[in-house]
């Protein structure tokens, strides 16, 4: 077993430099120039712009900048922002909290629907409700998200006035900076009902983000369950007389569900390029439109280096997602 | 600066570590506003992005001075609320020497300090504020000059460097500016953000206790809003200054949502999850104006959008062509297609609003027959092919470029000149525009100080020209006029100047002049005395709320 | 996405010809039927656009801004708001989609499938090499991989195209690899390779055609991704540029209507969902038609 984990570690380490030579040749082919967009239309004299290159470190020839980049890394120090002047790793954490929320949440939403459609959808195979199901959440994969968003917006946040436009919390009600976590935070804060109204903002962008989670999530259990449905065990299980449920909760969802944990581990990276969409349209201040925007404005340590920190951090969650496999399963561990 | 430094080698619960450290406690300063006030007035405004600081000098956008210059901070003078006119602030008056080359300035007294979590004040404002303010910018040797990555754009954008001699204490609440040659727009300069003044007291203690970089992310003002919690992206709050020197603002709580979508920002707006909202949508103007909620405020924008012609290339080297393509240039449509109504027609180089504005030039006329003629008799009786840079970003002055360079490709091919729309990132774009590479280009601007000089001398002086000069036109005797009214104290004389000034442009035609946008701002029928800043800023001092 | 088995299909022995199996199970799946006879129906209108449309994709009628749809005004689905007639710039942008979604799926399908078999067929280092690209590529979110890369080529529909394509490659490296690996075993390639074939022979003669299935089901399914992919970058501005009618971006400059102008928003939006459900409908059905296991 800790060969098997180390050996899946070897490839982490090569991985995570190809991750860094990658990130870094990228930023850096992308044409533009952070001095001239920071001095915009009033434009800039070429010695100024001179002066302020060095000072960016800009003017270094572009291999020892990698170097010094990958130095700076090593050290746990991923430069400064261009823009704010402020350490991307400070930046990166100040806003991963609320991403992380999100996500979470949208995983929560996706797994407590999904995981129940597709059960039910599997064992009443063929009927009115396994259509719906299918039918609604290949509707849900095919929906291109920044439109449903614009849609939910419009109809419960406009219209129906239901749910907050946007934010984490209803801006009167002070909330101190403590875990990031406004779920926590909230309830940390002496301020009434600040629970609750994080809860409120949280609900259009969740339910926006796990659309898609939730439709692969529906549609994965659903195969799973029917595969094991079919093997010999479960009809020996119910030959035996076993009450359904019984069969279905205790045999069949116990073996249907290991794919489906493999299926919710993948999502992680699809929920961070929705968090994209999703944070940009609700106003979300997470990593996913701090990025967007950072891009547009040719931040390059921020662009480099959030890409580094979720690119290792999906990394991470792989290899977790490997071992609890390696351990689960056996047979993988000693493969190849 | 407080590095955050992190082993790589991230494990859940070096995140979570993390994320305790890397935040703040604004408890204290939370206690210390809430007691005051029984029942505190919250005023939210939805801001457009998140400000890049809270130093106004070290930094640009008017995202960053509405959050810190116009809340936390004053000037030694400042724009008079709605208006362009400097009226005295810090300052309470000014002389200036017989030469032009001295300005002293006689300082108010009693102007406390805000008091902050970290720093408590324990002088009101004086002299050594004023300097420290300019010396930190100016003078490389000054402890701040490199902190926070010490660049300041203004200041040398407004070449304080070379027109400032020395800057002397005369006594406590004295201060003199000595200037190298006469500056007529110097007492506007100091109207603008980047010359706030910051505390030198909290600057030295910060120093000392080796927090410098603090004073940037959490500095005391004078001003009528103190700066209690900033999350990024998230919101900003200030608490009102009850002492503030020109009487406390109505409201107690001032919170900037921070929503950078425009649509978004409207619908808060009409579920009063704010009260004010920046740079809405040109296209939700009509659904503003029918919401009995919302009170839709507008004022001309002291700004110009423009196409600017290269004249060292061929064909705009003509002074014929330059004027063809002007009268092939379709200002009502595009008023209605790109500004939704919402824009003025634009004549000359500085807006209508802006003194020395010469009522008498006349606006060449869209007439295509006449414009093809005039091609004609250039050289072009088929027209040419050219290209049409087209912004890539949204600015007041201009909604949306790739629009209006449609609008106006397809009446150029009226007249036989086929023009390709080119478009690059922002950054690539100016870049690119200062070496010169375009044909036509859509640029604009929107005014610093409400002085004519930062249009005429900016956009179109010859020392301009590979910087904002984007028509790359130098005419010697435009040039000399806005020199002279440059050094010229008497405004009469300079009104004349300038005047003659947009003579000669119109005729030269280095640019097709497009618009100037009517800024509006929408806000909920309950903000009494919120005032457009024809500068574009956002003020909350006069404003209040009525049940 | 790949929830694509990776067995190969093994085609029994049967009276029927393979395609005519292939329609028998192909057509029992109705919603497969559904989303073929749209995705005909895009192709028709794609080809025939400029005899369908009533009006030019690009012509502004200055005198009809933001005219709400109507069966009488002239304008079936409104105009936005610089006059053209959104019905219209609907149909071009279907031609504009189908383009999109065949460049991605050629450009990805053709590299992925060519390291997917260097790496199965050869093993080794070469492998190791292509499968931690392939590793690194994965570990970023791909979208922000292609805003990246339409960074550095400039935004346009077909640099747009390129980007997609190069996020989707890893998808079909990793499946090919993996069926290469397994017909590798198979005694068919065993007994070419003692014949003496070459490596070149065995993998495209041999091997490739073995592991089309899931390849095609992964194709189908490519071009719906392709089609949200460009929406997502056209609304972010990164995709088609004006005037050009692609869906996405027709999204991003409504996006300021969406409360006045409803029409401007709806019709993209639900063109490009119905076009992408559409194609995972087909996509499913393929599976189920080509997939030996579920076959029984």
């Known amino acids: 077993m800790f060969q098997f984990i180390l050996k899946r570690l070897g490839t982490v380490i090569p991985t995570f430099f190809g991750i860094t030579l990658l990130t870094f040749t990228l930023i850096h082919m992308i044409p533009g120039d952070p001095i001239e967009i920071m001095a915009g239309e009033r434009g800039i004299s070429p010695e100024r712009h001179a002066i302020l290159s060095a000072e960016l470190g800009l003017d270094q020839p572009i291999w020892k900048q990698y170097f010094s980049y990958v130095g700076g890394i090593l050290q746990g120090d991923l430069g400064n922002s261009l823009v704010t002047k402020k350490p991307v790793v400070e930046e990166f954490f100040e806003l991963f909290p609320a991403t992380v929320e999100l996500a979470f949440l949208a995983a929560l939403f996706a797994i407590c629907i999904g995981l129940p459609a597709g059960i039910i959808a599997a064992v009443k195979r063929?009927?009115?409700?396994?259509?719906?199901?299918?039918?609604?959440?290949?509707?849900?994969?095919?929906?291109?998200?920044?439109?449903?968003?614009?849609?939910?917006?419009?109809?419960?946040?406009?219209?129906?006035?239901?749910?907050?436009?946007?934010?984490?919390?209803?801006?009167?009600?002070?909330?101190?900076?403590?875990?990031?976590?406004?779920?926590?935070?909230?309830?940390?804060?002496?301020?009434?009902?600040?629970?609750?109204?994080?809860?409120?903002?949280?609900?259009l962008p969740s339910i926006v983000l796990g659309t898609i989670p939730l439709a692969v999530i529906a549609r994965m259990t659903r195969s799973s369950m029917l595969e094991v449905l079919g093997?010999?065990?479960?009809?020996?299980?119910?030959?035996?007389?076993?009450?359904?449920?019984?069969v279905i909760v205790i045999h069949a969802l116990r073996n249907a569900l290991i794919p489906v944990i493999t299926v919710i581990g993948l999502q992680v990276g699809i929920l961070l390029s929705g968090a994209i969409l999703t944070e940009t349209i609700f106003a979300w201040p997470g990593i996913g439109k701090w990025l967007i925007e950072s891009i547009g404005r040719r931040d390059y340590p921020v662009v480099q280096g959030g890409i580094l920190i979720i690119a290792t951090l999906i990394i991470l969650v792989n290899l977790l997602v490997d071992i609890i496999y390696g351990v689960v399963n056996p047979r993988i561990r000693h493969a190849k | 600066m407080n590095k955050g430094k992190v082993a790589l080698s991230l494990s859940i619960a070096s995140i979570i570590t993390l994320g305790l450290s890397g935040c703040s406690d604004d408890k204290a300063a939370k206690d210390s506003s809430s007691v005051a006030a029984k029942k505190p007035v919250s005023f939210v405004y939805c801001s457009e992005a998140s400000p890049e600081g809270f130093n106004p000098g070290l930094f640009t956008t008017g995202t960053t001075f509405d959050a810190s210059s116009k809340t936390i901070f004053n000037r030694l003078v400042e724009f008079k609320l709605g208006t362009t006119e400097v009226i005295p602030a810090l300052a309470e008056s000014w002389d200036v020497s017989e030469d032009g080359l001295v300005y002293t300035f006689k300082l108010r007294h009693d102007v406390p300090f805000h008091t902050t979590k970290d720093f408590t004040p324990t002088r009101s404002f004086n002299a050594d504020d004023v300097i420290f303010s300019f010396d930190r910018q100016g003078n490389a040797e000054n402890p701040y000059h490199k902190v926070s990555g010490g660049s300041y754009e203004y200041y040398n954008a407004m070449s304080m460097g070379s027109l400032i001699k020395e800057i002397n204490k005369v006594d406590e609440y004295t201060v003199q500016f000595v200037l190298n040659q006469p500056e007529a727009p110097f007492i506007a300069n100091l109207a603008m953000d980047f010359a706030s003044i910051?505390?030198?007291?909290?600057?030295?203690?910060?120093?000392?206790?080796?927090?410098?970089?603090?004073?940037?992310?959490?500095?005391?003002?004078?001003g009528p809003f103190a700066l209690q919690q900033y999350q990024k992206d998230s919101l900003i709050r200030y608490a009102g200054n009850a002492d503030y020197w020109d009487g406390a603002p109505a409201i107690d709580r001032l919170i900037f949502s921070i929503t950078p979508d425009a649509s978004v920002r409207f619908a808060k707006l009409q579920n009063n999850e704010c009260q004010v909202m920046a740079f809405p949508n040109p296209s939700d103007r009509k659904m503003m104006e029918e919401d009995k909620n919302i009170n839709l405020l507008s004022q001309e924008g002291l700004n110009i959008g423009y196409l600017a012609f290269n004249v060292n290339k061929k064909p705009f080297d003509d002074v014929r062509v330059r004027q063809a393509l002007n009268?092939?240039?379709?200002?009502?449509?595009?008023?209605?297609?790109?500004?939704?109504?919402?824009?003025?027609?634009?004549?000359?180089?500085?807006?209508?609003?802006?003194?020395?504005?010469?009522?008498?030039?006349?606006?060449?006329?869209?007439?295509?027959v006449k414009a093809k003629a005039l091609l004609a008799e250039a050289g072009y009786p088929d027209g040419f092919e050219t290209n049409i840079w087209a912004m890539p970003v949204q600015r007041p002055y201009n909604p949306n470029a790739r629009r209006m360079a449609e609008i106006m490709q397809s009446d150029w091919a009226k007249v036989g000149v086929k023009a390709k729309i080119v478009?690059?990132?922002?950054?690539?774009?100016?870049?690119?525009?200062?070496?010169?590479?375009?044909?036509?280009?859509?640029?604009?601007?929107?005014?610093?100080?409400?002085?004519?000089?930062?249009?005429?001398?900016?956009?179109?002086?010859?020392?301009?020209?590979?910087?904002?000069?984007?028509?790359?036109?130098?005419?010697?005797?435009?040039?000399?006029?806005?020199?002279?009214?440059?050094?010229?104290?008497?405004?009469?004389?300079?009104?004349?100047?300038?005047?003659?000034?947009?003579?000669?442009?119109?005729?030269?035609?280095?640019?097709?002049?497009?618009?100037?946008?009517?800024?509006?701002?929408?806000?909920?029928?309950?903000?009494?005395?919120?005032?457009?800043?024809?500068?574009?800023?956002?003020n909350f001092y006069s404003v209040s709320l009525e049940k | 996405m790949s929830e694509v088995s990776n067995n190969a299909p093994v085609i029994e022995l049967r009276p029927l010809t393979p395609l005519q199996e292939f329609w028998k199970y192909f057509s029992t799946n109705k919603g497969a039927v559904v989303g073929l006879v749209y995705i005909a129906m895009m192709i028709f209108v794609a080809v025939f656009a400029d005899l369908i449309a009533p009006y030019s994709p690009i012509e502004q009628f200055r005198d009809a801004l933001l005219q709400p749809p109507s069966w009488t005004g002239g304008y079936l689905l409104g105009t936005d708001a610089v006059g053209r007639?959104?019905?219209?710039?609907?149909?071009?942008?279907?031609?504009?989609?189908?383009?999109?979604?065949?460049?991605?799926?050629?450009?990805?399908?053709?590299?992925?499938?060519?390291?997917?078999?260097?790496?199965?067929?050869?093993?080794?280092?070469?492998?190791?090499?292509?499968?931690?690209?392939?590793?690194?590529?994965?570990?970023?979110p791909s979208l922000l991989l292609a805003i990246a890369i339409v960074a550095i080529m400039g935004p346009s529909i077909v640099n747009a195209s390129i980007s997609i394509a190069v996020v989707s490659i890893p998808h079909y490296v990793r499946l090919t690899r993996a069926s290469t690996m397994t017909e590798m075993s198979k005694d068919y390639v065993i007994a070419s390779r003692i014949a003496g074939a070459g490596p070149l022979r065995i993998m495209f003669n041999a091997v490739l055609p073995n592991c089309l299935a899931p390849l095609i089901v992964q194709a189908t399914l490519g071009f719906s991704?392709?089609?949200?992919?460009?929406?997502?970058?056209?609304?972010?501005?990164?995709?088609?540029?004006?005037?050009?009618?692609?869906?996405?971006?027709?999204?991003?400059?409504?996006?300021?209507?969406?409360?006045?102008?409803?029409?401007?928003?709806?019709?993209?939006?639900?063109?490009?969902?119905?076009?992408?459900?559409?194609?995972?409908?087909?996509?499913?059905?393929?599976?189920?038609?080509?997939?030996?296991?579920?076959?029984q």
């Open chain 1, 126 to 203: 063929g009927s009115i409700f396994d259509h719906t199901v299918m039918g609604v959440s290949l509707t849900g994969y095919s929906m291109p998200i920044f439109w449903w968003a614009l849609l939910l917006m419009l109809v419960f946040s406009v219209n129906l006035g239901w749910t907050p436009v946007s934010g984490r919390i209803d801006v009167s009600l002070w909330i101190d900076h403590v875990t990031g976590f406004m779920l926590i935070d909230s309830l940390l804060s002496d301020e009434v009902g600040a629970f609750g109204s994080a809860i409120h903002h949280l609900i």
């Open chain 1, 231 to 246: 093997e010999d065990y479960i009809r020996t299980a119910r030959a035996k007389g076993l009450a359904p449920w019984r």
């Open chain 2, 198 to 222: 910051m505390s030198a007291e909290q600057a030295k203690v910060f120093l000392e206790k080796g927090m410098a970089a603090q004073l940037d992310v959490m500095p005391s003002g004078t």
């Open chain 2, 327 to 368: 009268m092939a240039v379709n200002k009502p449509a595009i008023i209605d297609a790109v500004f939704n109504g919402s824009g003025k027609a634009a004549t000359n180089p500085i807006p209508p609003t802006m003194w020395s504005y010469n009522t008498d030039i006349k606006d060449y006329e869209f007439n295509l």
């Open chain 2, 423 to 538: 478009t690059f990132e922002w950054g690539e774009y100016l870049k690119r525009a200062s070496k010169g590479e375009h044909e036509t280009i859509l640029l604009g601007w929107t005014g610093d100080n409400g002085d004519p000089d930062n249009f005429l001398a900016v956009l179109l002086g010859c020392d301009a020209v590979g910087g904002a000069n984007r028509s790359m036109w130098c005419n010697a005797e435009f040039d000399a006029l806005v020199k002279e009214a440059k050094t010229t104290a008497d405004q009469a004389v300079r009104t004349d100047l300038y005047e003659k000034a947009q003579v000669i442009f119109k005729q030269q035609a280095p640019w097709a002049t497009i618009a100037h946008s009517v800024v509006f701002e929408p806000v909920r029928k309950e903000v009494k005395g919120y005032v457009i800043d024809p500068l574009g800023g956002h």
């Open chain 3, 85 to 140: 007639d959104i019905l219209s710039r609907l149909i071009h942008g279907a031609r504009l989609s189908l383009f999109v979604g065949m460049l991605v799926v050629t450009l990805s399908l053709g590299i992925g499938i060519l390291l997917g078999l260097v790496a199965g067929y050869y093993r080794g280092r070469i492998e190791t090499v292509i499968m931690r690209l392939v590793d690194i590529m994965l570990a970023m």
């Open chain 3, 225 to 295: 991704n392709a089609i949200l992919d460009m929406a997502a970058l056209g609304f972010l501005g990164l995709g088609a540029q004006a005037p050009t009618a692609e869906w996405g971006t027709m999204l991003a400059d409504a996006r300021q209507y969406v409360q006045s102008a409803w029409w401007v928003v709806t019709f993209p939006g639900v063109t490009i969902l119905l076009t992408v459900l559409a194609f995972n409908l087909m996509g499913d059905g393929l599976r189920d038609a080509l997939d030996p296991k579920l076959k």
